[in-house]
């Protein structure tokens, strides 16, 4: 895939690709790589899915198929979202009907491997407890345990939030619960997140980052230290895993 940049530093290893194409496209090679990997090493392949535009790039590549080494059966792959909007998953914000529009209804994934955060019939904060019940179910948890996912993808808006996590908000300091549903005054809507420490705990996490827009936002979360935890998005360093920055080139257009 046509990538212009690969380095690596403090704020994790960036890659900057030519457009949002190409960087999809590497994206969902990581993804069958460490599939394969995992599924070889542990018998599945737990990955949690973010929401928006951007990923929906990578949704229809991995539908398409993705060439290479390393095959995996969509059997072994169980499948979370980081954030949802409380919508039903037929409304076109839901990120599982996103993902549900562009790959899983075009791969061999059963029912019994989607873990969609449990709406029905729940408002945000009940849903908010059932998905993180269901999480400490799927990986036997004991009671302040944190899940270590083998894969998490997640974006970043211009304002460096990343899957709920505003800045600014209770939501971002949580350091206990796994799932919270923080009231958004910006969005004058509730929301379902997955926390601080659970993305830290992952094997990988890979953000997927395009357009100019994010520019800055991007140069100050990866250069500038000043004001460590300023930006959502700077608090996600795993503690022992890989943090990759895939960029398409406008959104590296100022590092
Ligand atoms: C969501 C996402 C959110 C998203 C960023 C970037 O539910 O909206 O989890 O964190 O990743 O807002 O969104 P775009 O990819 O649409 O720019």
């Not at 940049?5 to 403090?10: F, H, I, P, Y």
């Not at 949002?20 to 599939?35: G, T, Y």
């Not at 379902?192 to 395009?210: E, G, S, Y």
């Not at 520019?215 to 460590?228: F, G, M, Y």
Request: with cysteine.
């Amino acid at each position: 895939m046509p990538i212009v940049s690969d380095s690596s530093g403090a704020a994790g290893n960036i890659r900057v690709f030519q457009d949002p194409d190409a960087l999809a496209q590497a994206a969902a090679e990581e993804f069958r790589r460490r599939a394969a990997a995992s599924i070889q090493e542990r018998g599945r392949f737990t990955v949690v899915l973010s929401g928006g535009s951007t990923p929906v790039r990578l949704f229809e590549k991995l539908a398409a198929g993705v060439p290479g080494k390393g095959e995996f059966s969509w059997s072994a792959v169980h499948l979370f979202w980081g954030d949802e909007r409380p919508v039903p998953f037929s409304h076109p914000e839901s990120n599982f009907g996103s993902a549900r529009a562009a790959l899983l209804s075009r791969v061999e994934i059963g029912p019994a491997n989607l873990h969609p955060v449990p709406l029905e019939g729940k408002d945000a904060a009940a849903a908010a407890i059932a998905y993180e019940k269901e999480i400490r179910s799927f990986f036997k948890l004991p009671e302040g345990r944190f899940p270590r996912f083998d894969l998490v993808f997640l974006g970043m808006g211009s304002d460096g939030h990343t899957a709920s996590l505003f800045p600014g908000t209770p939501a971002v300091q949580e350091s206990k619960r796994l799932v919270v549903a923080p009231w958004l005054e910006k969005l004058g809507n509730f929301r379902i997140t997955m926390t601080v420490p659970v993305f830290n705990q992952a094997r990988c996490v890979i953000f997927l980052v395009a357009g100019a827009g994010k520019a800055v936002t991007v140069r100050k979360v990866l250069e500038e230290e000043d004001r460590p935890g300023r930006f959502p998005a700077g608090l996600i360093r795993p503690a022992s895993g890989e943090l990759f920055w895939f960029l398409d080139r406008p959104a590296a257009g100022k590092i």
